[in-house]
């Protein structure tokens, strides 16, 4: 088996990298939004919050929309990217 090195700058090396983690950041989003409903555990690392958090919003009537189903919570993306939009904070500066 035969080795090649490959000699790049470190901008190019930036680049490459950058478009790479790109790719899979964009793969991960398609891979949620491709599921209808998510579970309590899987809203939250979309969110970036956590399970025990998603609960507190759900019994104080705030946090996103959510159905029941046989008893356990679900999430659409739809209702996590509309709560996401509607908790947007604008800043100036």
């Given at each position: 088996m035969s080795q090649s090195i490959i000699v790049m700058q470190a901008?190019?090396?930036d680049s490459l990298v950058?478009?790479?983690v790109r790719?899979?950041?964009?793969?991960a989003v398609k891979d949620f939004k491709a599921k209808v409903y998510m579970s309590e555990k899987e809203a939250g690392e979309y969110l970036g919050?956590?399970?025990?958090?998603?609960?507190?919003?759900?019994?104080?009537?705030?946090?996103p929309e959510f159905s029941?189903?046989?008893g356990n919570v679900r999430y659409t993306v739809t209702d996590l990217d509309k709560?996401?939009?509607?908790?947007?904070?604008m800043t100036h500066g």
């Amino acid at each position: 088996m035969s080795q090649s090195i490959i000699v790049m700058q470190a901008d190019e090396l930036d680049s490459l990298v950058a478009q790479a983690v790109r790719k899979g950041v964009g793969m991960a989003v398609k891979d949620f939004k491709a599921k209808v409903y998510m579970s309590e555990k899987e809203a939250g690392e979309y969110l970036g919050l956590s399970p025990s958090t998603l609960r507190q919003m759900r019994s104080q009537g705030r946090g996103p929309e959510f159905s029941k189903m046989g008893g356990n919570v679900r999430y659409t993306v739809t209702d996590l990217d509309k709560y996401n939009q509607k908790n947007k904070v604008m800043t100036h500066g």
